[in-house]
Each structure stands twice: as structure tokens, then as C-alpha cells.
């Protein structure tokens, strides 16, 4: 499992210039082979850390799409989570670096835009000072009571 945690969903306003919710998560160092398991991506990057540092990398490597998954999880968490099904309409990212186990990933996003009940989102997420996720892009349907 991962340490997480979502601050301030409660609070959101939904109107441009507003930030959302920061998403902390910490990967432990079995999420890749958990997520290799569940994708079928078994690149020995991501599962065998002397393979990982024969090629160059740090060790192993989280996959993108896992990575994503995290970015996509900030945006519906922020909108409602469980509560809004569907809320997340869209969502475009560039993988710009990588990321390891066992060190904490930052969520952030802020409105861009607001229009038809829809939220559009500009989002990032980094581990340290590596831009992991850039450019991203969510929109996502509001809930009728907001």
C-alpha cells in the first residue's frame, strides 16, 4: 500500500485561478510489481532492481500509467470521489521523469477554467524536484450542487 493523503477536498471552489486539494502519496517499494501484476507490464524497469540499475536508473522505476492513475485520482477525489462516478470527463498528461518507490508524490492542480458544469484543470505532479507529470490537463463535471 501507499501513504496518502488529500487536504482541504471540503473547501474547493470551483472557479478559475482556485487550487485544488494537494494529493500526497508515498508508493511503497511493492507497488511496482502490485501494478505490473494488475497492468501486465512486467519491464524488468519497473520489478528488478539490479536490472534497473544495470540500464542507468536509479533503481526501479513506478510506471507512468501508475503515475497517471495518481493525477487522475487528485482530480475525482477533489470533485467527490466515490460520490461523483464519472466526474472525470478527460485528462491529458506529458510524463516528463521518473519517479521511485518509497518517496512521496505531490498532486497539485488548479482551475483554468469553469464552463457547461464542467471544471477544466491544469495539473501536475512531482517527487521532489522532479516534474513527473506536466501539462495536464483534466475536465471534470461538477456536481449539480456546486
Given at each position: 500500500?501507499?501513504d496518502e493523503?488529500?487536504?482541504?477536498?471540503?473547501?474547493?471552489?470551483?472557479?478559475?485561478?482556485?487550487?485544488?486539494?494537494?494529493?500526497?502519496?508515498t508508493p511503497?517499494?511493492?507497488?511496482?510489481?502490485?501494478?505490473?501484476?494488475?497492468?501486465?507490464?512486467?519491464?524488468?524497469?519497473?520489478?528488478?532492481?539490479?536490472?534497473?540499475?544495470?540500464?542507468?536508473?536509479?533503481?526501479?522505476?513506478l510506471?507512468?500509467?501508475?503515475?497517471?492513475?495518481?493525477?487522475?485520482?487528485?482530480?475525482?477525489?477533489?470533485?467527490g470521489?466515490?460520490?461523483?462516478?464519472?466526474?472525470?470527463?478527460?485528462?491529458?498528461?506529458?510524463?516528463?521523469?521518473?519517479?521511485?518507490?518509497?518517496?512521496?508524490?505531490?498532486?497539485?492542480?488548479?482551475v483554468?477554467?469553469?464552463?457547461?458544469?464542467?471544471?477544466?484543470?491544469?495539473?501536475?505532479?512531482?517527487?521532489?524536484?522532479?516534474?513527473?507529470?506536466?501539462?495536464?490537463?483534466?475536465?471534470?463535471?461538477?456536481?449539480?450542487e456546486?
Open positions: 500500500m501507499a493523503t488529500t487536504t482541504g477536498a471540503e473547501d474547493v471552489r470551483w472557479e478559475p485561478g482556485a487550487s485544488l486539494p494537494e494529493l500526497h502519496v511503497d517499494r511493492y507497488v511496482t510489481v502490485r501494478y505490473a501484476g494488475a497492468s501486465g507490464d512486467f519491464n524488468p524497469i519497473h520489478v528488478d532492481e539490479e536490472f534497473a540499475q544495470q540500464v542507468g536508473l536509479p533503481g526501479r522505476i510506471h507512468g500509467l501508475w503515475t497517471m492513475a495518481q493525477v487522475a485520482r487528485a482530480q475525482t477525489e477533489a470533485v470521489g466515490v460520490d461523483a462516478p464519472g466526474s472525470l470527463r478527460r485528462l491529458k498528461v506529458e510524463f516528463r521523469g521518473m519517479a521511485v518507490p518509497e518517496k512521496e508524490i505531490v498532486v497539485t492542480a488548479k483554468t477554467a469553469v464552463e457547461d458544469g464542467v471544471a477544466v484543470v491544469a495539473t501536475t505532479a512531482k517527487q521532489g524536484s522532479t516534474r513527473v507529470v506536466r501539462n495536464g490537463e483534466a475536465h471534470v463535471r461538477l456536481p449539480q456546486r
